[in-house]
């Protein structure tokens, strides 16, 4: 596919809007981003429309990765809720299977360009505490922690969802913590600009015979996509049920987690009115008290030097192993392991949650780092 796995957002949009001007030291100036190097011949890296298929490559690497950061802060914060049926819970494990079905459909849409999804490796897999992947910076600072609930967990959550366009009015609650204020918009660009951009590149430059399905995966709620519109509604979709679309919601199944995670903020479930539009007017979601939660303390940037982590970490690379190995062989047997592998975490994660730090009444959590010695069992 290209020798470098990952290229910072940012850049990979100035690359487009290179590729977009059309004249031939754009192009070329396009291709030293994209393909990583200082001299290249326009000739050696093919056409411009195959540059723009390398871009997509990029691109959609990148949002790979995007989905992929924001899992273990929503595991390692659910997981601190000691009851599985509580609402709260709930609407955590409906989030977290979103996303690990946006992971797999953003894979298969780099598969139909007939690029090789990479979740594993140190340059690759998310470290914590630690910006979002792909230099983009959702408020002044900002930094993603595992962390146990609370609000100002839910705070977070709801910066790295926020929409461009906020079309629920927000309750008045002491209970909601406000946001800060998103950067100033000096031309950097947001996450919704990135899928813009990957929309507005598919919609101009791929057609239904560049998508192939040999190597594109089935399963759960991972499904391929066999022509260009299909590839169009899977970005939809990721980003409707992400952080949502200037109409969204439409009802209470469709709307984003932006929403739901507003929702548990402000402890009010979004139902439809009496004038038929949707507002924080619902039943009451009662937010889990301090008791109801393990108090596990923030993981420091190094984590922590015990067998318990390490065990975490190990079966945490192995699942991304069994995720990247799936693409690579074309073989769901490793999905089905990389899914057991998922649920054996958390009972680490738990474990760990009840192990006291010394001298504190807080409790060690997962590290979720990449351990390069890991591989993916044989499925047997």
Not at 38 to 52: H, L, N, P, R
Not at 71 to 99: C, G, H, Q
Not at 147 to 155: F, G, N, P
Not at 227 to 236: G, M, R, S
Request: proline fraction near 8%.
């Amino acid at each position: 596919m290209r020798e470098r796995k990952y290229i910072p957002i940012p850049e990979l949009m100035q690359a487009y809007s290179l590729l977009k001007k059309g004249d031939k030291n754009s192009n070329l100036a396009a291709q030293r981003i994209i393909f990583g190097t200082e001299k290249i011949s326009f000739e050696a890296k093919g056409s411009v429309s195959d540059c723009y298929i390398q871009w997509l490559q990029c691109a959609l690497q990148d949002a790979i990765i995007l989905e992929l950061a924001t899992l273990p802060p929503y595991l390692t914060a659910m997981w601190t809720i000691k009851d599985s049926s509580s609402p709260v819970y709930n609407r955590f494990s409906s989030i977290f299977r979103d996303e690990m079905s946006h992971m797999g459909m953003a894979c298969n849409l780099l598969a139909a360009l007939e690029g090789e999804p990479s979740v594993t490796g140190q340059d690759v897999v998310p470290q914590y505490p630690g910006p979002l992947p792909g230099g983009i910076d959702p408020a002044p600072d900002f930094e993603v922690k595992l962390q146990r609930l609370t609000r100002y967990a839910i705070r977070d959550f709801r910066i790295i969802e926020r929409p461009k366009f906020e079309i629920l009015p927000l309750p008045d609650s002491d209970d909601l913590v406000p946001l800060p204020d998103p950067p100033d918009s000096n031309g950097d660009p947001t996450i919704g600009d990135f899928y813009d951009a990957i929309k507005a590149c598919v919609e101009s430059n791929v057609q239904d015979g560049d998508i192939k399905q040999e190597r594109q995966i089935e399963y759960i709620y991972v499904t391929k996509v066999t022509t260009k519109q299909e590839f169009l509604d899977a970005i939809d979709k990721i980003v409707r049920e992400g952080e949502g679309l200037a109409d969204s919601p439409k009802n209470p199944s469709d709307y984003a987690h932006y929403y739901k995670f507003t929702e548990i903020a402000c402890g009010k479930q979004i139902v439809e009115n009496a004038t038929g539009n949707w507002a924080y007017s619902g039943a009451t979601i009662p937010f889990p008290s301090d008791e109801d939660v393990y108090p596990m303390a923030d993981v420091p940037p190094d984590g922590y030097d015990i067998p318990e982590a390490f065990d975490f970490d190990r079966i945490y690379s192995e699942m991304l192993c069994c995720i990247e190995k799936a693409w690579m062989e074309v073989d769901e047997s490793h999905l089905r392991t990389a899914v057991n592998k998922m649920r054996d975490l958390q009972g680490l994660a738990q474990e760990l949650m009840q192990i006291p730090i010394d001298g504190s009444y807080e409790t060690y959590g997962p590290c979720w780092r990449y351990d390069d010695t890991a591989s993916c069992p044989d499925s047997g």
